[in-house]
């Protein structure tokens, strides 16, 4: 069983930045890929970013590659989303998970078992 909690989401102005962060409870955390994503209100959830059990390998949506850097820290059970030069477009609720093993970047959501709530994300221009 493993537990996400999201964290660091806001209204923010276009151009800015914000730091997602999603803590995970239990033991098997360094064992797992951790994704990210997001769902804007009326549309399908889409994958944002997704990082092996060690880092080793990243995945990111087109729309995201350049601005958005996924990162994480096994010692503190953490996934973090740095999300730069912010667009109107990125506004979603955005949701970590975690995925069914470590070996893979999945960008689906049926290879992931465990969700967190979400963090809301509002980006103005």
């Known amino acids: 069983q493993v537990q996400l909690v999201e964290s660091g989401g806001g209204l923010v102005q276009a151009g800015a930045s914000l730091r997602l962060s999603c803590a995970a409870s239990g033991r098997t955390f360094s064992a797992i890929t951790m994704g990210w994503f997001r769902q804007a209100p009326g549309k399908e959830r889409e994958f944002v970013a997704a990082i092996t059990r060690n880092g080793g390998s990243t995945h990111y949506q087109d729309s995201v590659k350049g601005r958005f850097t996924i990162s994480r820290d096994n010692a503190k059970n953490t996934v973090y989303l740095q999300m730069n030069s912010l667009k109107p477009e990125d506004t979603a609720v955005y949701l970590c998970?975690?995925?069914?093993?470590?070996?893979?970047?999945?960008?689906?959501?049926?290879?992931?078992?465990?969700w967190g709530q979400g963090t809301q994300v509002t980006v103005f221009s």
């Open positions: 998970a975690a995925g069914r093993s470590g070996f893979y970047t999945y960008t689906r959501q049926y290879d992931y078992n465990y």
